[in-house]
């Protein structure tokens, strides 16, 4: 059970719209490359609030990983507007932390040094930074690891110093690109307990991109169904559970089988498999 200190009220989507943490309205993006014309999104709205966990499952290539970038102002939309905490996303945004499917470590850094490197890019006071690193090693469970190289690291670690990093300026938006995906199931399960506590303790908002439905509904608040190419947005899914999700007990739910089961339905039995 959540402590009082640690429950959160439910944040529906007449809230997202008041103070919303992400806005997407009515956005299109079209890539033009010198041999076809393709787009990648189309029609797509989206309100998240401020602490929200929304995920986005969809068939590959229809346009996940651009809906992300559109967010963090890697890529401008073709039509429609998108907004970060109430703001145009007009380039490059630097409140966001990003995760990546790969961990994107560099070889010669430590762990800690890699972590680090938010610190450097964004000119954070050295003592505070170092302050937080430790935090965020202790939360993810790499004591004892912090000078190792990412050689000598399994692919979860290097998935969670990938978090320690994106997490390091502390974030009021986590925007994460199928991040276990390269993982096993058991480490994935173990990350994606990690995971829920380290959003409901850090409160940051996160857009997770997965292929893994139950890794969506375990962690999710709600959940974006998208179409295939051009990607639209085929349905939002509320997942009725508490903030505070046990991993066996939340599986057996009636709440988690409604979700995992309404997914399955939308995306087709072929696009089923975890
Ligand atoms: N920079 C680009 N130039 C041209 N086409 C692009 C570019 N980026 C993405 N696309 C196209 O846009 C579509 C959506 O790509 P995107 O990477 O967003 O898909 P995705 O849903 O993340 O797929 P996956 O699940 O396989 O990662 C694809 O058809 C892709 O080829
Ligand atoms: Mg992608």
Aim: hydrophobic share 40%.
């Amino acid at each position: 059970m959540a402590g009082p200190g640690s429950t959160r009220e439910r944040v529906t989507g007449q809230e997202a719209s008041r103070g919303g943490s992400v806005r997407l309205d009515d956005v299109a993006v079209r890539f033009r490359t010198k041999k076809k014309d393709v787009t990648a999104l189309r029609d797509v709205s989206l309100d998240v609030a401020e602490g929200e966990f929304v995920a986005i499952v969809g068939p590959s290539g229809c346009g996940k990983s651009t809906l992300l970038k559109l967010v963090a102002g890697l890529l401008k939309p073709s039509s429609g507007d998108v907004r970060l905490r109430e703001e145009p996303v007009t380039g490059p945004r630097h409140d966001i932390g990003y995760v990546f499917q790969r961990a994107a470590l560099l070889e010669w850094r430590s762990a800690r040094r890699n972590i680090l490197l938010q610190a450097e890019m964004r000119r954070m006071p050295a003592d505070r930074a170092r302050e937080r690193t430790a935090e965020l090693i202790a939360m993810t469970g790499l004591t004892g690891f912090e000078d190792a190289y990412p050689h000598e690291l399994s692919g979860g670690m290097q998935q969670r110093v990938a978090l320690c990093r994106a997490l390091l300026h502390e974030p009021p938006v986590l925007l994460m690109d199928e991040p276990f995906g390269a993982l096993d199931a058991l480490t994935r399960e173990q990350l994606n307990i990690e995971l829920n506590r380290i959003w409901r303790e850090t409160r940051t908002t996160v857009l997770l991109v997965t292929h893994s439905i139950a890794e969506a509904a375990y962690l999710a608040n709600r959940i974006v169904v998208m179409t295939d190419r051009p990607g639209t947005i085929a349905e939002v899914i509320d997942v009725d559970l508490p903030d505070e999700r046990d991993y066996a007990t939340t599986m057996a739910r009636p709440e988690f089988a409604r979700a995992t089961g309404r997914i399955r339905d939308l995306l087709g039995a072929a696009s089923a498999a975890d």
